[in-house]
């Protein structure tokens, strides 16, 4: 677990601070972090359930939204995410995060917080799936290894469903 200061730290070697909203969220952010995660971005904006904070980290990324008596967390893996979308408007941007069945939009007014942010899911989807392959490819060939075949003698059987004596 990871200390209220060293979180307001990190956020602010990011730049980012929150006056009034968000207060909450980095908090309870401070409860969630393990400690060999680093925050690389982080921006404040509103979901399909209200407002919350996206936070990308070394490992996952994290969506909080903690009001009195609620608290709504999202963990997704960055194996998991199949799909990001961007669109940037006039006033505000919006992503959206597909994973299996599931899909997260998110809107923010911080319209470059949100790109950055983006982008570096992009670059860590990708990085996640090349470790996917190099591990695929130092895995032994599916003839050479398998741990529960056993060999055995093939029986023949007659047209009539009977075994055949072999001699």
Sequence with gaps: MVTY???????RELGVRFPF??????RELANILNSDERIYHCTFGFYQGGSALLVA?????????????FLNLEDIRYEMINEVDF?????????????????????????????RLC?????????????EHMVEQTRPAASEWRPYSLL????????????????
Excluded: C, Y
């Design 119 to 131: 982008s570096f899911i992009q670059d860590q989807i990708t990085r996640a799936r090349q470790l």
């Design 152 to 167: 055995l003698p093939k029986r023949r059987v007659s047209k009539f469903g009977q075994p055949v004596q072999e001699l």
């Design 57 to 69: 980290t070394s490992s996952r990324l994290l969506l909080i939204d903690k009001r009195p008596f």
């Design 21 to 26: 909203f968000g207060k909450p969220e980095t």
């Design 5 to 11: 200061e060293e979180v307001m730290r990190q956020l």
């Design 87 to 115: 669109a940037g408007r006039l006033l505000d941007a919006a992503v959206s995060l597909h994973t299996g069945s599931k899909e997260l939009k998110f809107r923010s007014f911080s319209d470059a917080h949100l790109r």
